[in-house]
């Protein structure tokens, strides 16, 4: 069997726009299907949580159009994942809408799109929990109950391979999927075309990110792989870039726990005894993965719920001594809020006073916090379930600073630089409330695969 | 060059940090070559123990501590004290975490 090959132009579809040069450089190449993921929890709870999207419509729609385009004049399937950064319903259904408006624009010949829908509401894993299925928690996290769900706003569960591979083995041409872990997105044609799960899911573990597994570090650039069994060769599509056995290798760990272990709704991926060499200047390859079925297939469930209205003042301070003292500074303004507005836990209110110059990056993790900065940059973030109270907590957290009460301080006028006096309006509060897993009946339960035909050339004819 | 202390910096060609999911923040020390990676592995300055002591974390606040020898890496994993990008979280991405690894000195 000749080997499948994947052109994948970006590791998060519409992120940024992607590189068209090394894009249409892969498409020369033939390739057999063109992959990309849109999706990431890197990006924070509030996208899932607002059911909002972290990427302009534009450059979502930049790609979709490059992708579409070449599948099209190519006559192969294209694979989109985890749909406008988060995977919910509304990201799939905006997705195919611009599948759709792109097919009318360029007139394109009928072809036929499958939707997986991934969302699940929080009543489902309610009743579920009610059958007593247990939502196990991941990382640490203790797992869902009742109060834990009545946190939570929005959920997408996480396929794997199988309802994408079915949905091309059923004739899609175009698959934009919700929520799914990046390498399905990749495994689903490597499964059709006989290869193993152990090379499919590895394939796609490899190529999931792009450029960022070649070197010297370039972002949107495209990559193809050639994909035989047991034998994954990766190489870049900017005539600069090299993928060496370093950088697959490399990559291979990144934005994970554990470079051994992948795991996926039915099963895990094992890369222990996995082997990265040289093929020629330009091409890595890759071997040796295994995969172990699970015995019980297991959902992943991402969840993400409100915790309040949030507001935000940046505050500057110059004074030597005001910085030397900031934290007596800072626990007076807190004393005067508790008084004001009761005690944070009980009346429902935070203030986090981001301290920048000294420890705003790392926190309580910053292992040399400056004894004496120069200056100190303070954003003074208050989250509280009513905007008015918010915004009012903040006025007063910003201002309490400005009078400090310090005992020898020498600047009675002010003792801190209001950049401006003014509350900023941030978006709300969202919190990760879900990073769970839940037993499945199998690969298909939870996920909705609906067909439609497009016809490009009717729609612009109506 | 006066200075005759060997840091990570000087043996790392990558030192990066970034999200593992959501609660956790990982980190990578790719070194350049395999004579440097060895160096470092073998010195021990990069444990469980030194990153806890240099985070000023508990052990049990580090979930992972890999070397992985396909990339001449040592890698490891810290849970997060909160969620990525809840409110009072400084670094959604987990992406400016490493700098102190920097000075990390190698004998």
Known sequence: ?462 | MLCNRTSLRDLASTIRSKNAGVDHITFDLIFKDRTAFERVRDSGVISPESISALYHIPRERITDFVVFEPANAIKFTIRRSRPSGSPGESDVFGSQHYAPLFEVEVP
């Open chain 1, 1 to 462: 069997m000749d080997a499948v090959t994947i052109l994948c132009p970006t590791g998060h579809l519409g992120f940024t726009p992607f590189e068209k040069g090394s894009f249409l450089a892969g498409c020369e190449h033939k390739p057999d299907v063109i992959v990309a993921d849109s999706g990431s929890c890197d990006i924070g709870p509030y996208p899932l949580g607002a059911d909002s999207q972290a990427s302009p419509p534009a450059w979502q729609k930049h790609d979709l159009e490059a992708m579409l385009l070449a599948a099209r004049r190519l006559g192969v399937p294209m694979i989109v994942g985890s749909a406008s950064d988060t995977g919910t319903d509304r990201g799939v259904e905006q997705f195919a809408a611009m599948i759709r408006d792109i097919a009318s624009e360029h007139g394109l010949a009928s072809f036929r799109l499958a939707t997986i829908k991934s969302e699940q509401t929080p009543q489902f894993l309610l009743e579920r929990l009610a059958a007593g299925m247990p939502i196990k928690g991941l990382d640490g996290r203790a797992d869902a109950d009742e109060v834990l769900l009545a946190r939570t706003d929005r959920i997408v569960a996480v396929m794997d391979a199988e309802p994408i591979a079915a949905a091309l083995r059923e004739g899609a041409e175009v698959v934009i999927a919700g929520r799914a872990s990046d390498c399905a997105l990749f495994a689903a044609p490597l499964l059709n075309a006989g290869l193993s799960p152990a090379t499919a899911y590895f394939a796609g573990k490899l190529m999931e990110c792009a450029s960022f597994c070649c070197e010297p570090f370039m972002g949107k650039e495209s990559i193809l792989g050639r994909i035989a069994e047991d034998d994954i060769r990766i190489t870049p599509l900017h005539p600069r870039q090299r993928c060496t056995p370093a950088s697959l290798a490399g990559h291979a760990m990144y934005e994970r726990r554990n470079p051994f272990y992948e795991h996926v709704l039915s099963g895990t991926l094992d890369m222990r005894n996995c082997r990265y060499e040289a093929v020629d200047e330009r091409t890595a390859r890759a071997s040796g993965a295994v995969f172990i079925p699970a015995a019980q297939p297991m959902v992943k469930l991402e969840g993400a719920g409100k915790v309040g209205e949030r507001r935000l003042a940046v505050v500057g301070i110059r004074d030597p001594y005001v910085i030397e003292n900031i934290e007596a500074a800072i626990a007076w303004a807190r004393a005067r809020l508790s008084e004001r507005f009761g005690a944070p836990d009980q009346a429902g209110w935070a203030v986090h006073y981001h301290l920048f110059g000294r420890n705003g990056v790392m926190s309580e993790l910053e292992p040399s916090p400056p004894a004496h900065p120069h200056e100190l940059g303070i954003v003074v973030e208050t989250v509280c379930r009513d905007a008015a109270t918010a915004e009012e907590i903040c006025a007063l957290a910003a201002r309490n600073l400005f009078y400090a009460r310090l005992p020898e301080v020498k600047g009675t006028a002010g003792t801190a630089a209001l950049m401006a006096d003014e509350i900023l309006i941030g978006k709300p509060g969202y919190e990760w409330t879900l990073n769970h897993v839940m037993p499945v009946r199998d690969a298909f339960e939870l996920f909705r695969t609906e067909f439609h035909l497009v016809d490009g050339r009717a729609r612009r004819a109506a």
